[in-house]
């Protein structure tokens, strides 16, 4: 049977990972794979997850299964996180979530309750969006559209072209939007955009699916949510994919959620048995370790303020090098104008540099950046940046 097999190329993320290991080049970059890294290049485990790690060691007291919704607690810390404490969706007991492997597992459960919705779903998708986002929802049998979003020429937003696009879209389909730090633009929605966005969703009657992935990593945890939650406070039904791989570091942990808003408490009921019924038929129970230490963080104030604090460093210094970045790239590429990199918002910009001038800087400099020319702004260094810059500008003469 297995001979049937075609081989597969490598995911255009996932493959750079590998190939920038087994590069032996000491000046070797990697900016492809979103994982945030501090001046050295590490990838450190956040002090709060430690001490939360220290506190799980010494109190767990079972390996007992811990149900569908997996973490309850964490579920709850995870929804006021996302909507804030007081939320009228919260307070209308309109919110039902469960805890998923990565942010991944919980797009994967949304797209299965997607078609448990709506058989004949088309899930529409920002051009471009995250590689894996149209695999995944076509992988549970929905139908992948796009519309328009990033303006590569202008590197901004389309966003009189996504109006046009978005006011036909019928009932019954679903539109995803990204949270915040558009991944692979970095190109976010003004809080104007999104009550327009808001308000055509509430006239066309389709659903949006909000991916929030990057909370905390573009301007502050409330103001990344700020468009989820006018959202939220608008519509009467709404899917909130998230993740704590990047704001809590716990990218192999796989923790993450699926929270689904629906128009009343019951009708939220209803929304949760599809949800834990979805669950149990991909992975029947998530894992426990993230949700513990997730859940730990957030119910210390004490380990809450110590992950603030670690979350801002993280994000000044992404914001750091945006600025930094612009201006050596700005200063060494004559003729080019990279400003657009500081408007944009949390580990990826596009380049907007050529398939042979990536392939040059990966086979000539070892500078690892996604084939679309996206780079992860975390990888910069005041070690690298003048190489980086330097090659971009032999790259691009
Ligand atoms: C990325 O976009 O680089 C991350 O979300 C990691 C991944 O799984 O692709």
Same mark, same amino acid.
């Given at each position: 049977?297995?001979?049937?097999?075609?081989?597969?190329?490598?995911?255009?993320?996932?493959?750079?990972?590998?190939?920038?290991?087994?590069?032996?080049?000491?000046?070797?970059?990697?900016?492809?794979?979103?994982?945030? =890294?501090?001046?050295? /290049?590490?990838?450190?485990? &956040?002090?709060?997850?430690? #001490?939360? *790690? $220290?506190?799980? @060691?010494? !109190?767990?007291?079972? =390996?007992?299964?811990? /149900?569908?919704?997996?973490? &309850?607690?964490?579920?709850? #810390?995870? *929804? $006021?996180?996302? @909507?804030? !404490?007081?939320?009228?969706?919260?307070?209308?007991?309109?919110?039902?979530?469960?805890?998923?492997?990565?942010?991944?597992?919980?797009?994967?459960?949304?797209?299965?309750?997607?078609?448990?919705?709506?058989?004949?779903?088309?899930?529409?998708?920002?051009?471009?969006?995250?590689?894996?986002?149209?695999?995944?929802?076509?992988?549970?049998?929905?139908?992948?559209?796009?519309?328009?979003?990033?303006?590569?020429?202008?590197?901004?937003?389309?966003?009189?072209?996504?109006?046009?696009?978005?006011?036909?879209?019928?009932?019954?389909?679903?539109?995803?939007?990204?949270?915040?730090?558009?991944?692979?633009?970095?190109?976010?929605?003004?809080?104007?955009?999104?009550?327009?966005?808001?308000?055509?969703?509430?006239?066309?009657?389709?659903?949006?699916?909000?991916?929030?992935?990057?909370?905390?990593?573009?301007?502050?945890?409330?103001?990344?949510?700020?468009?989820?939650?006018?959202?939220?406070?608008?519509?009467?039904?709404?899917?909130?994919?998230?993740?704590?791989?990047?704001?809590?570091?716990?990218?192999?942990?796989?923790?993450?959620?699926?929270?689904?808003?629906?128009?009343?408490?019951?009708?939220?009921?209803?929304?949760?048995?599809?949800?834990?019924?979805?669950?149990?038929?991909?992975?029947?129970?998530?894992?426990?370790?993230?949700?513990?230490?997730?859940?730990?963080?957030?119910?210390?104030?004490?380990?809450?303020?110590?992950?603030?604090?670690?979350?801002?460093?993280?994000?000044?210094?992404?914001?750091?090098?945006?600025?930094?970045?612009?201006?050596?790239?700005?200063?060494?590429?004559?003729?080019?104008?990279?400003?657009?990199?500081?408007?944009?918002?949390?580990?990826?910009?596009?380049?907007?540099?050529?398939?042979?001038?990536?392939?040059?800087?990966?086979?000539?400099?070892?500078?690892?950046?996604?084939?679309?020319?996206?780079?992860?702004?975390?990888?910069?260094?005041?070690?690298?940046?003048?190489?980086?810059?330097?090659?971009?500008?032999?790259?691009?003469?």
């Amino acid at each position: 049977m297995f001979s049937q097999l075609k081989p597969l190329p490598t995911d255009p993320i996932l493959g750079l990972m590998a190939a920038f290991k087994a590069d032996t080049n000491a000046n070797k970059i990697d900016l492809g794979v979103g994982v945030y =890294k501090d001046e050295q /290049g590490n990838t450190p485990v &956040l002090k709060a997850v430690k #001490k939360a *790690e $220290e506190f799980r @060691l010494a !109190n767990e007291t079972s =390996k007992s299964y811990i /149900g569908l919704a997996g973490n &309850l607690d964490y579920c709850q #810390k995870m *929804e $006021e996180l996302l @909507l804030g !404490n007081a939320h009228p969706a919260l307070l209308a007991n309109r919110v039902r979530t469960a805890q998923t492997p990565g942010g991944t597992g919980s797009l994967r459960v949304a797209a299965e309750f997607i078609k448990r919705c709506n058989d004949n779903a088309t899930v529409w998708v920002t051009t471009p969006t995250w590689a894996n986002h149209i695999s995944l929802f076509e992988a549970a049998g929905l139908t992948v559209k796009e519309y328009p979003y990033y303006d590569y020429e202008k590197k901004g937003l389309l966003f009189d072209e996504m109006v046009n696009a978005l006011s036909q879209i019928p009932a019954g389909d679903v539109v995803l939007l990204h949270a915040c730090c558009h991944n692979p633009s970095g190109m976010d929605l003004n809080a104007e955009q999104w009550q327009t966005v808001t308000d055509i969703a509430k006239a066309q009657g389709f659903t949006v699916l909000i991916d929030i992935a990057y909370q905390g990593f573009g301007t502050s945890l409330d103001e990344d949510a700020a468009g989820l939650r006018l959202l939220a406070s608008q519509v009467e039904e709404l899917i909130i994919c998230s993740s704590c791989s990047k704001n809590f570091g716990l990218y192999r942990d796989r923790i993450g959620a699926c929270s689904i808003i629906s128009k009343d408490a019951s009708a939220a009921d209803v929304s949760n048995s599809v949800l834990l019924s979805v669950v149990r038929s991909i992975y029947s129970m998530p894992p426990a370790h993230g949700a513990d230490i997730v859940s730990t963080i957030l119910s210390s104030s004490e380990l809450t303020t110590m992950w603030h604090d670690e979350l801002d460093e993280m994000r000044s210094r992404i914001n750091e090098f945006r600025s930094l970045l612009k201006e050596k790239l700005n200063d060494k590429c004559h003729g080019m104008d990279f400003s657009f990199i500081e408007r944009q918002h949390g580990m990826f910009s596009f380049l907007g540099i050529n398939k042979e001038q990536i392939e040059r800087l990966q086979k000539e400099y070892s500078i690892y950046i996604v084939g679309s020319s996206r780079v992860n702004v975390a990888g910069i260094s005041h070690a690298n940046i003048d190489y980086f810059a330097d090659a971009v500008a032999e790259v691009t003469k």
